[in-house]
């Protein structure tokens, strides 16, 4: 398989995900729903200890609301990530961060829906492997370059490496101003 062809896999996975997730939270929040009704529903009866009951267990489902929404908001950008990865090719810099934010929630997927732990942990190894590769600038490498190509892409490179040095040399002398 490819390096494109992986990170499109990665993608389609880390949109699955996303799509189970998304399924999870309306649950969780119709079970907040139901929850709330009966919590109305007891208090309009007087029974305090129901009632009690209730509200201890819809703030836990706030705080697996949370939870979701933040991992939800990861994977969203892992895969914008991914997405900026496929059409412009810069990876190993891309997806770094993304890869060790996801390691992070491994635990709250455990924790809130093992469910999809199996799949989770499959989209972390995948995304960490492509963010650990040595391959930035590699990703599109099946594209053809004539002797033309190869000559601008060269020059291109040059003009960039000379630009970044006057940046630098700017930058230090500025530095030594202050």
């Given at each position: 398989?490819?390096?494109?062809?992986?990170?499109?896999?990665?993608?389609?996975?880390?949109?699955?995900?996303?799509?189970?997730?998304?399924?999870?939270?309306?649950?969780?929040?119709?079970?907040?729903?139901?929850?709330?009704?009966?919590?109305?529903?007891?208090?309009?009866?007087?029974d305090?200890?129901?009632?009690?009951?209730?509200?201890?267990?819809?703030?836990?489902?706030?705080?697996?609301?949370?939870?979701?929404?933040?991992?939800d908001?990861?994977?969203?950008?892992?895969?914008?990530?991914?997405?900026?990865?496929?059409?412009?090719?810069?990876?190993?810099?891309?997806?770094?961060?993304?890869?060790?934010?996801?390691?992070?929630?491994?635990?709250?997927?455990?924790?809130?829906?093992?469910?999809?732990?199996?799949?989770?942990?499959?989209?972390?190894?995948?995304?960490?492997?492509?963010?650990?590769?040595?391959?930035?600038?590699?990703?599109?490498?099946?594209?053809?370059?004539?002797?033309?190509?190869?000559?601008?892409?060269?020059?291109?490179?040059?003009?960039?490496?000379?630009r970044?040095?006057?940046?630098?040399?700017?930058?230090?002398?500025?530095?030594?101003?202050?």
């Open positions: 398989m490819g390096l494109r062809a992986k990170f499109v896999e990665a993608l389609r996975k880390l949109e699955r995900t996303r799509r189970k997730l998304e399924i999870y939270m309306v649950k969780t929040e119709q079970r907040k729903k139901e929850l709330m009704d009966k919590l109305i529903e007891a208090q309009r009866k007087g305090e200890m129901r009632a009690k009951i209730y509200a201890s267990e819809i703030a836990n489902l706030n705080k697996i609301l949370k939870s979701l929404m933040m991992l908001v990861k994977l969203e950008q892992a895969s914008l990530k991914i997405q900026s990865v496929i059409m412009v090719g810069d990876a190993a810099f891309a997806l770094k961060p993304v890869a060790r934010d996801l390691k992070n929630l491994m635990g709250v997927v455990k924790q809130l829906i093992p469910t999809i732990e199996e799949e989770f942990e499959e989209l972390v190894d995948m995304i960490d492997d492509l963010a650990g590769s040595e391959f930035a600038g590699e990703i599109f490498a099946d594209v053809y370059l004539d002797t033309e190509a190869a000559r601008i892409l060269q020059e291109a490179k040059a003009v960039a490496e000379e970044l040095k006057e940046k630098l040399e700017v930058g230090n002398a500025e530095s030594y101003k202050t």
